[in-house]
Every structure is written in C-alpha cells, then in structure tokens.
C-alpha cells in the first residue's frame, strides 16, 4: 500500500476556510474511492466526504453539506477537501482514506489510511 499524506491543516477563525490535500506519496492513486473522515479524541472517527476516483461522484456526511466540497486532480493525483464556513464543531484531525470499491461511510472499510492534519476553527 502506498502512504497517504495529508496536509493543509491549521487553525482557524470560525466562518474560516481551509482546503486540505491529499496525496499518495511515491505512488498514484489506483483505488476506487478516496474518503475524508474525522476525528475528536474520545469520539469515534466520522465519515466527512468521498469521492470516486474514476467517475468523481461525490457524497457527504449531513453535517458538512453545503460548506465542503471533495474534489480530484487526476493530473496532480491529488484529493482535495474544500472547507468553508467552518465552525468549532468542525475541529478534529481530519484523515484521508482509499478503498476498493464505490463509495461507503462505514470507517472498517477503508483498507488505507494517512496520519492525519488536525484542524482546528476558533470561536
């Protein structure tokens, strides 16, 4: 499996923006889904957005619809997590993921993870 790496984390003011990145680092993306999740020490982690890689079809948790927004790069080979109108609920350290298959919420499916960026939105 190759390394998932996440960047664009960081601190910011609520109704803030912060796009997060993801990238395979000495490889290419040869998966099917490419998911972003979240999490809060002592919460269990959370589906945000995935995308199809190939196709680019998207779905979104409820709670960030409407002010994230999951893209792809195929030329960068790189996946993107727009976030605006970011509030202090939003703060967690957000991961990036990959699976074989169309995309799903549950976390146990997703075979590849990276390390995470933590995001943090002040109020």
């Known amino acids: 499996q190759v390394q998932l790496v996440e960047s664009g984390g960081g601190l910011v003011q609520a109704g803030g923006s912060l796009r997060l990145s993801c990238a395979p680092s000495?490889?290419?993306?040869?998966?099917?889904?490419v998911g972003w999740f979240r999490q809060v020490p002592g919460k269990e982690r959370e589906f945000v957005a995935g995308?199809?890689?190939?196709?680019?079809?998207?779905a979104y948790a409820d709670s960030v619809k409407g002010r994230f927004s999951i893209s792809r790069d195929i030329a960068k080979n790189t996946v993107y997590l727009q976030m605006s109108s970011l509030k202090p609920e939003d703060t967690a350290v957000y991961y990036c993921?990959?699976?074989?298959?169309?995309?799903?919420?549950?976390?146990?499916?997703?075979?590849?993870w990276g390390q995470g960026t933590q995001v943090t939105v002040s109020s």
């Open positions: 000495g490889g290419t993306f040869s998966v099917d889904t």
């Open positions: 995308i199809s890689w190939r196709w680019g079809g998207t």
């Open positions: 993921a990959t699976r074989r298959g169309p995309v799903v919420t549950t976390v146990l499916s997703y075979e590849n």
